[in-house]
């Protein structure tokens, strides 16, 4: 009879026990380029190779488990005790190798495909974010908040996004700007702007400004003064370096020179806004939206 109850005793155990692993849910994210990422285990150290998804796993309170980032990635200023592994697409693939990354951040646009493909090749797991939209961007968060397990965190930051945006809107059905347009600067030599398939273009919209160049078929165009001149802006976007005003002073002056027959150059309605909030398609991106709805009431 003793026998008969040890064994059902350790039958009994061994069930439970299987049942638990059985129930242990395995984590698979969906990336960007549709590829679904699985894990056992949540990883426990984490590259970061582009600086909007740095601040993303800083904003969700998962920065503990970055052991990498690229030398451009300089917010929040914490960051700055990383591990610098280099540019975007030529980052250090030794060191990479020597930090046994559980899993690697970054985006891929087609100057940075071999890059995927070497980091691939090399085995690491990957997971690339390319956002273009507040969506796109919403999305990314919330896949770097499963990858990291920083669920409650991450659903704070989401949400709080998206109740800002709404807030942002209803500001501007009650104070909308009338029939104001607007020049996105991406580049001064050569001019280039950004079309309406840009988070660029979300930006200076929730803002309650027209992009003069939504229409065309290139997300980045080249483009020339005269064309500008023909569009008549109320309003030009200049992204710089917030700290070297010299610089600032340059492209303001070559502006000024070129387009000073326009709308926005007679009425000194030239925005200046620091170049790494307005470019960085991340958790800040309703910050940029803030300050120019803010420099548009002054």
Do not use: W
């Amino acid at each position: 009879m003793k026998k008969i109850l040890i064994f059902f005793l350790f039958f009994f155990i061994s069930c439970n026990k299987s049942t638990q692993v059985s129930e242990t849910p395995r984590i698979k994210v969906k990336d960007d380029l549709g590829e679904e990422i699985s894990f056992d285990t949540l990883p426990k150290k984490i590259i970061s190779l582009a600086p909007n998804i740095t601040e993303s796993i800083y904003f969700i309170d998962a920065d503990s488990l970055l052991v990498g980032v690229t030398d451009f990635c300089d917010y929040p200023p914490q960051v700055s005790s990383k591990t610098k592994l280099g540019g975007y697409t030529n980052p250090n693939y030794e060191m990479i190798t020597a930090l046994k990354p559980d899993l690697i951040l970054l985006t891929v646009e087609e100057t940075s495909r071999p890059l995927y493909k070497a980091l691939s090749d090399l085995g690491f797991k990957l997971m690339v974010h390319n956002p273009r939209t507040f969506d796109d961007i919403i999305r990314m968060i919330d896949a770097h908040g499963q990858a990291t397990g920083k669920d409650e965190s991450t659903k704070h930051l989401t949400d709080s996004l998206i109740n800002l945006k709404s807030q942002i809107i209803n500001d501007n059905n009650k104070n909308p700007l009338q029939d104001k347009n607007v020049f996105i600067v991406v580049g001064v030599n050569p001019l280039m702007t950004a079309n309406k398939n840009t988070f660029l273009n979300e930006i200076t919209g929730l803002a309650g400004l027209k992009n003069i160049y939504e229409e065309g078929i290139v997300q980045y165009p080249q483009i020339n003064y005269e064309d500008v001149i023909s569009k008549n802006p109320d309003y030009i976007i200049l992204p710089g370096d917030t700290s070297n005003v010299s610089a600032n002073e340059k492209y303001i002056t070559e502006l000024k020179s070129k387009l000073g027959i326009t709308n926005a150059i007679k009425n000194d309605r030239i925005i200046i806004i620091d170049e790494n909030l307005f470019f960085r398609p991340g958790p800040r991106i309703l910050d940029a939206v803030q300050y120019i709805k803010y420099k548009l009431k002054q």
